[in-house]
C-alpha cells in the first residue's frame, strides 16, 4: 500500500512509526511532515488545508490510503473532497467531525441522547449571553468558542466580571474567529481529567487506552493552556469500574447517536472525560488522535494499524482483536522558552542520534525543520515529544525524564511534573 499521512505534529511522527512497522506499506508519504517524519516517510511541501493539491498528489502518485490526523483538515472536509475523487481515507467526513468542530453540536448531541456532561445554555448573541450571565449564572462558571481553536477557546470564569469580559473576547472582539460566533456556557465540573482514545467503524467502538494530559504550561499546573505539555499512559484512575460505565453510557451511546443522527462517524473519537463526584462526565470530544495522546498510545499498539484502519472505514472493526502492550508510557514534551504565547525558534537541536535504535525511547518531532545547511532546527512551540516505555508508570517516567537529557537546544523548556499524579494513584 502506498499511504499519505497528512499533518506536521507529534501526532503524525507517532502515526508515521505505527504505519512503517506495517508490512503493508510499500511507499509512505506525509504532508507537509517535519525533519523527523522525513526519516520514515518522504516529506512533500503540500499544507494540510491545500485539499486539491492532497487530492491530485494522491492521484499521481497512486495512494490507496489517506491518513488525516489533523482537525482543521476532517472539520474541513478533506475526508469528502478524497471519497469523491475515488480515494480512500481513514478519518471523519465533515458531517461527523462537526463532534469536534461544534461544541454547540455535540452539546445538543449529548443532550439529545442522555450522555452525561455538564449542564449548558448556547448563545449567537453576546446580549443574550451577558442577560444570562447576569440573571442565571452560578460561579465559577465555564464559557467555551462553539469553534475550534487550538484548544485555548475555554475560559473557566471566577466571577460576574471575568465572564461578561469572556463574552467580549469570544463574541465581540472574536479572539478566536469565526470559532466565537456560538458560544456555549456550562457548568463548571471538578475531578480528575481522562482522556480515552477509540477507533470508530461507524457502528463498533473499541477503545485504545487512557491517558492524562497535563494542558497548562506550567509545573503544577499553573499557566496558560497549550495543546499539551505531556502525559501518561494508562491513567490508573481509569478502573474497570469507570470503564464499564462508560463503555455502557457514553462510547457506544456517542456513536450510535452519530448513526441515528446520519452522521456515522469512522475514524478516532477522543473522549474527553471528568471524574466528577457524580460520576464521568464527557468535557469534550476529539475527531482525531490526540497530541501527544497519540505519542504514548500508539507506540504500545500491537496490531498492524492498516488492518485497523481498514476495518474502521469498512465498518470491520468487530473483526479486529484490538491488541495493546502491557507495558506503560510516558511522554515529555520539550518547548520552546515562552509557549504557547511568545517564543523563538530556528535553533539547531543535538543528540537526536541517542535515540536510533532504541526500543523503549522515542523522540516524536512536533515541530522541527531542515534549515538551508541541513541542519535540523526548532519550529514550533511544542518541538520535540520524548516518550518512553517502561514496565509500569514509574519506570516510563524515570526513562522518559532521562531520556529528556539526551536532546539539547537553545530556549529548551519542559515541565518537571509530568506523570505527577502517578504518586497519587
Ligand atoms: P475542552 O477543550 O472542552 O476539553 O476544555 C479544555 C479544558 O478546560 C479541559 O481539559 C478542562 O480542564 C477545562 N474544562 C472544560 N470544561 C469544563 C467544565 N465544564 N468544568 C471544569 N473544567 C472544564
Ligand atoms: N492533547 C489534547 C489534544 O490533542 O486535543
Redesign the pocket.
Known amino acids: 500500500m502506498n499511504v499519505l499521512i497528512v499533518g506536521s505534529g507529534g501526532r503524525e511522527h507517532a502515526i508515521a512509526q505505527a504505519v512503517s512497522k506495517s508490512s503493508r506499506c510499500d511507499r509512505l508519504y506525509c504532508a507537509p511532515g517535519n525533519a523527523g517524519i522525513a526519516a520514515l516517510a518522504e516529506c512533500v511541501p503540500i499544507g494540510a488545508m491545500e485539499f486539491d493539491k492532497i487530492v491530485s498528489f494522491s492521484k499521481e502518485n497512486a495512494i490507496d490510503m489517506v491518513v488525516v490526523g489533523m482537525d482543521d483538515p476532517l472539520v474541513g472536509g478533506l475526508v469528502d473532497e478524497l471519497e469523491k475523487a475515488g480515494i480512500r481515507a481513514f478519518g471523519p467526513r465533515a458531517n461527523a467531525a462537526i463532534i469536534e468542530g461544534s461544541k454547540a453540536f455535540s452539546k445538543d448531541l449529548m443532550k439529545k441522547y442522555n450522555i452525561p456532561t ?1 449542564a449548558y445554555e448556547t448563545f449567537d448573541d453576546a446580549d443574550k449571553a451577558l442577560e444570562y450571565l447576569r440573571t442565571k449564572a452560578e460561579f465559577p462558571i ?1 464559557l ?1 468558542a462553539d469553534g475550534l481553536a487550538l ?1 485555548k477557546g ?1 475560559l ?1 470564569c471566577e466571577t460576574l466580571a471575568d465572564a461578561e469580559d469572556g463574552v467580549k473576547t469570544i463574541m465581540q472582539d472574536k479572539k478566536f474567529g469565526s470559532a466565537g460566533n456560538k458560544m456555549v456556557i ?5 475531578g480528575r ?1 481522562v482522556s480515552v482514545l477509540s477507533f470508530v467503524d461507524g457502528k463498533t467502538v473499541k477503545i485504545m487506552s487512557s491517558a492524562q494530559d497535563h ?1 497548562r504550561a506550567g509545573d503544577g499546573d499553573t499557566g496558560l ?1 497549550t495543546g499539551g505539555m505531556g502525559n501518561f499512559s494508562p491513567s490508573p484512575f481509569y478502573t474497570k469500574e469507570v470503564d464499564d460505565f462508560c463503555q455502557k453510557n457514553i462510547f457506544q451511546p456517542t456513536v450510535d447517536a452519530m448513526a441515528a443522527e446520519g452522521r456515522p462517524f469512522h475514524g478516532v473519537i477522543f473522549f ?1 472525560l ?1 471524574l466528577t463526584p457524580k460520576g464521568p462526565r464527557v ?2 470530544y476529539n475527531a482525531r488522535f490526540g497530541d501527544p495522546e497519540a505519542q504514548v498510545v500508539l507506540p504500545r499498539l500491537e496490531n498492524d494499524i492498516l488492518d485497523v484502519f481498514d476495518a474502521c472505514i469498512d465498518g470491520k472493526l468487530g473483526d479486529i482483536d484490538l491488541k495493546f502492550s502491557d507495558k506503560a508510557a510516558v511522554c515529555v514534551v520539550l518547548a520552546s522558552d515562552g509557549y504557547p504565547v511568545k517564543y523563538e525558534k530556528g535553533f539547531p537541536i543535538s543528540g537526536l542520534e541517542n535515540f536510533d535504535g532504541k526500543e523503549d525511547a522515542f523522540c516524536f518531532h512536533a515541530g522541527t525543520k531542515f534549515d538551508e545547511s541541513g541542519r535540523i532546527v526548532t519550529n514550533g512551540g511544542r518541538v520535540l515529544g520524548i516518550t518512553a516505555l517502561g514496565s509500569d508508570l514509574k519506570d516510563a517516567r524515570r526513562k522518559a525524564y532521562e531520556a529528556t537529557e539526551w536532546v539539547s537546544f537553545d530556549n529548551k523548556y519542559m515541565r518537571h511534573d509530568i506523570g505527577k499524579a502517578i504518586d497519587e494513584a
Open positions: 455538564a465555564v467555551k484548544g475555554v473557566i456550562e457548568e463548571f465540573m471538578t481529567e494542558k493552556n474527553g471528568m468535557l469534550e
